[in-house]
């Protein structure tokens, strides 16, 4: 099979595309045929060096997968071959997603919404199961609930302004002015030009001083130590972000606040719920951009520098297949 395999951390230049063995299910695994993946963070996180302590070169990588099932291992119980899934490879653990062929745990499979294409799909698993894992499992947003998302125009943040407008949150976001009539569309109460305007300033004004009861991290920085100013008493916040450095969390200690650091953890159940949101139409994906796999390396650079795209928005998606060869 084809697949792009990483030969050297560093550069986008070190993916090659190669002929590889195709994998074979073992025990309570499905085979997926993959039609499209996409790209995330950490996908140029990994592939630049960041976590090669955890992976051994040269390396298929890649966290989104949506395809057809070809073929099943013994002791599968929940599919079968000709279903359409999608998924989240383990991360750090095996194969990723940038090949022809995938094998997969069917644990943390699910079958692919039935209103959206391959493309489509595969820009879900990882950046809304993300989001949900931080709303949901984490934070339990609840109704009438305010919530400030950072990045409301990225892949994380997308999502989570859909989820937790579904949940019945009142949804504030920080974002460039120009994506700001996208994001009210798609369910934003507010949205806040973080490069002309203090957010602390906005959502204290907005909150009369009360705060909001979560906020969203998908951008660091002093995010962490900021978000003790304009949280509620026995407000959360949930990142996703690595610490760099300490952060002096004296505000957030006033305020009784919890904070939740979320590595997004791949099962059926969490995707399962997605795809009812997809079916719903209250969660779409928002694809803006698709690559060949043989062009991998300019969609790593795309999302990583936005040199091409200073406003980019959205997803990538990277097509591996035709949908209707």
Not at 39 to 44: E, T
Not at 154 to 164: C, R
Not at 306 to 316: C, L, Q, R, S, V
Request: aromatic letters at 8%.
């Amino acid at each position: 099979m084809k697949a792009a395999l990483l030969e050297q951390f560093g550069s986008i230049e070190n993916f090659k595309i190669t002929e590889v063995s195709r994998p074979k299910p073992q025990f309570r695994e499905v085979l997926v045929e993959v039609y499209a993946s996409s790209v995330n963070p950490l996908d140029y996180q990994v592939r630049r060096g960041d976590y090669k302590n955890e992976l051994a070169l040269p390396v298929i990588t890649g966290h989104d997968i949506s395809g057809v099932i070809v073929e099943i291992g013994p002791g599968v119980q929940n599919f079968k071959i000709g279903d359409e899934v999608y998924y989240s490879p383990e991360i750090f653990n095996g194969q990723g997603s940038y090949a022809q062929y995938h094998c997969a745990e069917e644990s943390i499979v699910g079958l692919k919404p039935v209103n959206i294409t391959h493309l489509e799909a595969a820009t879900l698993p990882l950046a809304a199961g993300t989001a949900w894992e931080m709303l949901v499992s984490r934070a339990q947003l609840k109704i009438n609930q305010t919530i400030l998302i950072h990045g409301g125009a990225g892949g994380v943040g997308i999502p989570a302004i859909q989820i937790a407008k579904e949940m019945g949150a009142r949804v504030m976001t920080t974002a460039r002015k120009i994506h700001h009539t996208f994001l009210l569309e798609l369910g934003a109460d507010y949205v806040i030009d973080y490069e002309n305007e203090d957010y602390i300033e906005v959502i204290n004004q907005l909150t009369a001083y009360k705060g909001v009861d979560v906020i969203i991290d998908t951008i660091g920085g002093n995010t962490l130590s900021d978000s003790g100013k304009i949280l509620s008493q026995f407000g959360q916040v949930v990142t996703l972000v690595d610490i760099e450095k300490p952060q002096n969390l004296i505000e957030a200690w006033g305020k009784n606040a919890t904070y939740h650091f979320v590595f997004t953890r791949q099962n059926r159940n969490k995707l399962d719920e997605l795809t009812k949101l997809v079916e719903r139409g209250k969660l779409k994906p928002i694809l803006t951009k698709v690559f060949p796999l043989a062009e991998i390396g300019k969609a790593h650079d795309l999302l990583e520098t936005k040199a091409t795209e200073k406003d980019f928005y959205g997803k990538i998606g990277i097509a591996i297949k035709q949908e209707h060869d």
